[in-house]
């Protein structure tokens, strides 16, 4: 009985922990970000941001809140079958919400893009193409703008206006010259919030996967519940990585592989290869690949885990 | 160091000795192609500490994290434990050994990283030069040109003191000119001894005294018809005082006649054209601030007293002059003096007039005052690879003036800029003026933007105005209000300040604004310098008590897969500590520009403080079950 009422209690800590502190996080992040006139309107530029953070995080919360309150099960070696299938209900209803308020993610994410980046007034800031400086009004259209570009026999020059396109996140110079990358721009603010090339392909593979996650989340009451279930059945089945060796670090480093894997098989769907391979699947069933596959994976790993020795017998040989 | 603490240090001290191993190996096998010999081990001590900066904190984690969850044997533990259940009353050693590796760290990497990191650059930068300069000196000794060959030789053996190449060819070079010195600054004595011998002392002594014992020599050499040293001691005496003599003017007047009236009364044609050349150079431009065509006529002035005329002979002149000043450079560079043109003595052999030799050094210190040779710049810019640069030079009500480089490249005393550019924009964001260089000179507190070349004094690079006014005198100078210091670090800082070390980011913090730059970029950097004092205590806690939490209980013997994953999980911890920082970089920089420097470090100060606590009450509920 008191395992029935304290998994469920971490599990919940744990997901609202991790929920609380991604979407503070990015809240803030976000709001410096922002130009000056929209910190201005701060109570519904925060609100707006609020529900960006909460939907970005409510996936990843949810894999990392099962993943600790798993291991912790798992961490003695003396883990009750009622604690996992317990965990397992709960993690799929927590994941049929976060499916449910999928939708919501790409409507708000559309509002957040919009929204306007700093652009420094008088403020040197150089690209590998070129030094350049904003004199007059940082908003959307600058004032003039002074440019030297790297190139050899460049000189200064004064463009009388440019527009600043934060969804290109280029700086458009009119007159025919070519735009102004402000990615990887140095001493501005922006780049403040760009991560090293290092993380660039992590995140960006995280990213696109719980875009292609999104994407892959069915229009319908049923294809969204065969979804959450399909998830909820292979994290469960994750119990194979959970517990697959004595030593529970090593568990946590395999986990978390396989938690990697849930992210990008929806990234794998969407690429060209993937719908190529998947294009003779009728349109009405498409909904229903992922929730499939989720499933295929989630009966191997079980299969693995009847086969895997009971925890009881970790002790055996063990030096007690 | 007993029980629980050595079990706990030796992996950590064992991941970090397979860390550095791992890293030697690969600098020694995959390292930096272009580094000298010589140079070969500073650079990788350099660069395997670098490495080893850079990977610190994840080699830490990874150390207490297998230490404490794998690699401690049960049943020795339990012995070592002995009955004790509380793990934190076992761990008080480690706990201070921890705050030890942080304080450690955090001195490192703010005192040591950034230097380290700078000399490793250097050696590679000099390996480079060292190698270009022995290249250039086997060119031209295949050309016979040996004395020219011997300076790049002698420039090669400055940047790399045993370069075994360069000493080889400085041996043969010597055999070839007929010296049989064969020591590293053997030349350079030889000549410096010559110079020694070719002055009287007492005139050398006296010459540098005070005004009396000028206007004295000047009197003597007047007396002996020796009317250019009269002039030469004239001038010095001038120098000296601010008074007008009359004696003196007296004397002056009485010079120049003496000497208008030589070029008219000479013997014979090349007689009166020497005197009438001298009379040029010395008389009518050298006294009237015109050194550039003052320099010009000297060198055809020892041109024809060596009988000889035209540009080839100009050209051999300007050369051996060349090469007289390189040494004079290289031999004041080995005493630690700044170059200083007044002091070049320049040897009989193979100058053969002695006013061309005594006005030189002369003329060459006025010429340097308002133009240089860019001879330097156009070597270094070929050899070193400066980095561009671009600054708010002056802004007063509103109007601001723009500095920009292609380069900056750092002479042995001097900064020369490549290409500067200099715009003035007005209130309205008009361009006020705007000029341009092929080089500039930094000298002292301003930038000289007029250049001309050793063997072409006649091809003079002026300031070109592309735009609007700018007065004639004050056209090819530039009062510069940022320091060569400050212009180098934002050249060094174009791609960011990751690379610079606290002090160096501490000198910055307060120019950066003046410079056109936002201070929040370094703030960030030197922000989380300062929090890992905080940072690196409360993960490594973490860690020591994440490791216990997660040991093996019932491992004996790690088999393959944990052996497998015994090598995953540092890769797993190094992205962990990346995305950690960047998160971290991230709520830094965010709370800076809400909140200010200050304000931030003390909220940082305390977020840190209790994550720091937060991560000490997680280690104290750590229990031995």
């Not at chain 2, 509380?86 to 230097?115: C, E, P």
């Not at chain 2, 590679?124 to 050309?143: C, G, I, M, N, P």
């Not at chain 2, 090469?323 to 450079?329: C, G």
């Not at chain 2, 053969?352 to 006005?359: A, L, M, T």
């Amino acid at each position: 009985m008191k395992d029935m009422v304290w998994v469920p209690i971490k599990y919940v800590i744990l997901l609202l922990l991790f929920l609380a502190m991604g979407t503070m996080t990015q809240v803030v992040i976000d709001f410096s970000r922002l130009s000056s006139t929209l910190q201005q309107d701060w109570a519904s530029t925060v609100s707006l941001l609020t529900v960006n953070g909460f939907f970005v995080w409510i996936v990843p919360a949810v894999l990392l809140a099962w993943l600790f309150t798993s291991l912790g099960i798992f961490r003695k070696g003396k883990a009750k079958r009622t604690r996992m299938i317990f965990l397992t209900l709960l993690v799929s209803g927590t994941m049929f919400s976060a499916v449910f308020f999928m939708p919501q993610l790409d409507r708000v994410r559309t509002h957040v893009s919009e929204l306007d980046f700093q652009v420094p007034d008088g403020v040197i800031l150089s690209s590998p193409d070129a030094y350049f400086v904003f004199h007059g009004n940082p908003g959307e259209k600058s004032g003039s703008v002074l440019l030297h570009r790297n190139e050899p026999d460049a000189r200064f020059r004064l463009v009388a206006e440019a527009v600043k396109n934060n969804q290109s996140g280029k700086l458009e110079l009119g007159t025919g010259e070519p735009a102004l990358a402000m990615d990887g721009v140095i001493g501005g603010r922006r780049a403040l919030f760009e991560n090293d090339g290092f993380l660039e392909p992590v995140f960006a593979a995280l990213m696109d996967g719980l875009v292609a996650f999104q994407k892959g989340r069915p229009g319908d009451l049923f294809p969204a519940v065969a979804l959450a279930s399909a998830t909820g059945l292979l994290l469960a089945s994750f119990w194979l990585f959970v517990r697959l060796t004595k030593w529970p670090l090593a568990n946590l480093v395999l986990s978390l592989g396989a938690l990697a894997g849930i992210l990008l098989l929806p990234t794998l769907l969407v690429s060209p290869l993937g719908r190529e391979l998947l294009a003779f699947i009728p349109a009405v069933w498409k909904a229903f690949i992922l929730p499939g596959i989720y499933l295929l994976v989630s009966i191997l790993c079980f299969g693995g885990c009847l086969l895997q020795p009971s925890t009881k017998d970790w002790q055996t040989g063990a030096d007690e | 160091m007993k029980g629980v603490t050595r079990k706990i240090l030796l992996p950590l001290v064992a991941a970090h000795a397979v860390a550095i191993l791992l890293l030697l190996l690969y600098n020694i096998i995959a390292g930096d192609k272009a580094i000298l010999a010589e140079f070969a081990w500073s650079w990788i001590f350099q660069a395997v500490l670098v490495s080893w900066m850079d990977f610190f904190i994840p080699i830490t984690i990874t150390g207490f994290l297998l230490g404490l969850s794998v690699f401690i044997n049960n049943a020795e533990l339990r012995s070592l434990l002995k009955g004790e259940r509380s793990f934190v009353r076992i761990t008080g050693k480690t706990v201070v050994l921890v705050l030890l590796i942080s304080v450690m760290f955090v001195i490192l990497n703010a005192f040591v990283y950034g230097s380290a990191r700078q000399q490793r650059d250097t050696l590679h930068d000099r390996s480079v030069r060292a190698h270009a300069f022995l290249l250039e000196a086997q060119d031209l000794a295949k050309r016979g040109l040996f004395s020219e060959s011997a300076v790049s030789v002698r420039k090669a053996l400055l940047l790399a003191p045993n370069y075994l190449a360069a000493a080889e060819m400085q041996v043969r070079l010597s055999e070839k000119s007929g010296e049989s010195s064969s020591g590293g600054h053997a030349e350079s004595k030889h000549i410096g001894k010559e110079n020694e011998d070719s002055m009287d002392p007492k005139e050398r002594i006296r010459s540098s005294l005070i005004y009396e014992d000028n206007l004295k020599l000047a009197r003597e050499y007047f007396e002996r018809s020796d009317y250019y040293s009269a002039l030469y001691f004239i001038r010095k005496a001038e120098g000296l005082t601010e008074r007008v003599d009359d004696a003196l003017v007296d004397l002056r007047t009485e010079v120049e006649m003496q000497i208008r009236k030589k070029g008219v009364s000479a013997k014979d044609h090349a007689a009166k054209k020497l005197s009438e050349t001298k009379q040029k150079a010395v008389v009518d431009y050298l006294q009237n601030g015109r050194p550039i065509e003052a320099y010009h006529e000297l060198i055809r002035v020892e041109a024809l007293a060596r009988g000889e005329e035209g540009a080839e002979a100009e050209h051999a002149i300007v050369e051996e002059l060349t090469a007289a000043i390189d040494s004079l450079i290289i031999n004041q560079a080995d005493v630690g003096k700044e170059y200083d043109p007044r002091e070049l003595v320049l040897p009989g052999r193979p100058f053969v007039d002695p006013d061309f030799c005594r006005w030189m050094p002369e003329v060459l210190a006025q010429l340097e005052r308002t133009t240089f040779f860019r001879e330097e710049a156009e070597t270094l810019r070929a050899e070193a690879s400066g980095s561009g640069v671009m600054f708010v030079n002056r802004e007063e009500d509103g109007i601001r003036e723009y500095l920009y480089a292609a380069a900056v490249l750092e002479g042995r005393f001097n900064q020369y800029l490549v290409a500067p550019e200099i715009i003035v924009v007005g209130k309205a964001g008009k361009v006020v003026s705007h000029r341009v260089s092929a080089y500039g000179k930094i000298v002292g507190s301003n930038l000289m933007l007029k250049s001309i070349g050793r063997l072409e004094p006649e091809r003079i690079e002026e300031v070109r105005v592309l735009e609007g006014e700018v007065p004639q005198d004050t056209r090819n100078v530039v009062r510069l209000h940022q320091s060569p210091e400050v212009i180098r670090s934002l050249s060094l800082s174009r791609f960011g300040y990751q690379d610079m070390s606290v002090p160096e980011l501490f000198s910055l913090i307060s120019v950066v604004p003046s410079a056109g730059y936002d201070v929040v970029p370094l703030q960030t950097v030197l922000l989380g310098y300062l929090l890992q004092v905080l940072s690196l205590p409360s993960l490594c806690f973490f860690a020591i008590a994440w490791g216990w939490a997660n040991r093996s209980r019932y491992l004996t013997w790690p088999v393959l897969l944990t052996g497998l994953m015994v090598v995953a999980l540092p890769v797993l911890v190094f992205i962990l500590m990346k995305l950690y920082q960047y998160i971290g970089n991230c709520l830094n920089a965010s709370i800076l520009m809400m909140g200010g420097f200050e304000n931030s470090l003390v909220v940082l100060v305390v977020i840190q403080t209790v994550q720091l606590v937060a991560s000490l009450v997680y280690l104290a509920g750590q229990t031995t079950d």
